[in-house]
């Protein structure tokens, strides 16, 4: 590995920074990050093999401009089945000051006839999106992460989140 990539990286980001931020016409500004609640879950589907869920999730955008929502990495667990890791691309926007609901869904393997009903579940993530502007572009095109909004929650299955 080539231990001057990194910092060939942070340099031509800061170069990209100086000359962006002395131009007089570009603009900077300050997103807030979308806030996240499971408000949901919902038994899709039951077998002898398996059971898959679907957790809602709604995020709410403080901020003037939309946010796309490019990616979605979490892990839900449920009763003594298991734990599930799922990555998905939730293909939505957050519309300004609004609201978008994501659905993120399980699969757990089940006992024969086994029901997952009043069983405890719990959920952690991170959902990325991306902010607007040209300075967010750059740091995209430079491998640089997106930022992340944190989703998390637990309750019974049967019951409200």
């Known amino acids: 590995m ?3 990539l990194p910092f060939a990286r942070v340099l031509a980001c800061l170069i990209i920074l100086t000359i962006v931020g002395c131009a007089q016409n570009v603009r900077i500004k300050s997103i807030t990050k ?3 609640q ?5 038994v899709v589907d039951v077998t002898d093999q398996g059971v898959r869920l679907d957790f809602f999730v709604t995020l709410d955008n403080p901020n003037d401009d939309p946010l796309p929502l490019t990616l979605a990495r979490y892990e839900a667990a449920v009763g003594s089945l ?3 890791t799922g990555n ?3 293909d939505v926007t957050i519309p300004g000051h609004g609201q978008q609901s994501v659905r993120l869904p399980v699969v757990l393997a089940t006992p ?3 029901s997952v009903h009043n069983m405890h579940w719990s959920l952690s993530g991170a959902i990325e999106y991306m902010p607007p502007g040209q300075i967010r ?3 995209n095109d430079m491998s640089f992460p997106r930022p992340t909004t944190n989703v ?10």
Request: charged share 10%; glycine share 18%.
């Open 2 to 4: 080539n231990i001057l």
């Open 34 to 36: 979308p806030t996240a």
């Open 38 to 42: 499971i408000e949901r879950v919902a």
């Open 82 to 84: 298991g734990a599930y």
């Open 88 to 90: 998905i691309v939730p």
């Open 112 to 114: 024969a006839g086994g």
């Open 137 to 139: 572009e750059l740091l």
């Open 152 to 161: 998390s929650g637990n309750g019974i299955i049967g019951d409200a989140p």
